[in-house]
């Protein structure tokens, strides 16, 4: 089983950056891809970006691309989130994901508990 705590939430302006982690423990986190959900009030989850295990495959949604990028570190169990150009509609519970086959944007296995950003106009 696999435990994920994201961390790095807040408020920020418009315009505004702000870098996500997520650690993971219980598991050998080079096995896992790894990625970002998010979900806004009143709408559904929805993927925002995913990792391969050896970091070769990255996606994004069309959303965030350009603005967003995803990275790992596995000697550190971690995957981050670095977000720039923040923008009003990116308010939203972040969550972290993992999965080990191949469900990581859509029906991953694991889940982190979230983290609230919230960008101000």
């Known amino acids: 089983q696999v435990q994920l705590v994201e961390s790095g939430g807040g408020l920020v302006q418009a315009g505004g950056s702000l870098r996500l982690s997520c650690v993971a423990s219980?598991?050998?986190?080079?096995?896992?891809?790894m990625g970002w959900f998010r979900q806004a009030p009143g709408k559904e989850r929805e993927f925002v970006a995913a990792i391969s295990r050896s970091a070769g495959s990255i996606y994004y949604a069309d959303s965030v691309k350009g603005r967003f990028t995803i990275s790992r570190d596995n000697a550190k169990n971690t995957v981050y989130l670095q977000m720039n150009g923040l923008k009003p509609e990116d308010t939203a519970v972040y969550y972290c994901?993992?999965?080990?086959?191949?469900?990581?944007?859509?029906?991953?296995?694991?889940w982190g508990q979230g983290t609230q950003v919230t960008v101000s106009s």
């Open positions: 994901a993992a999965d080990s086959a191949a469900g990581i944007t859509s029906r991953p296995e694991f």
């Open positions: 219980g598991g050998t986190f080079s096995t896992y891809h």
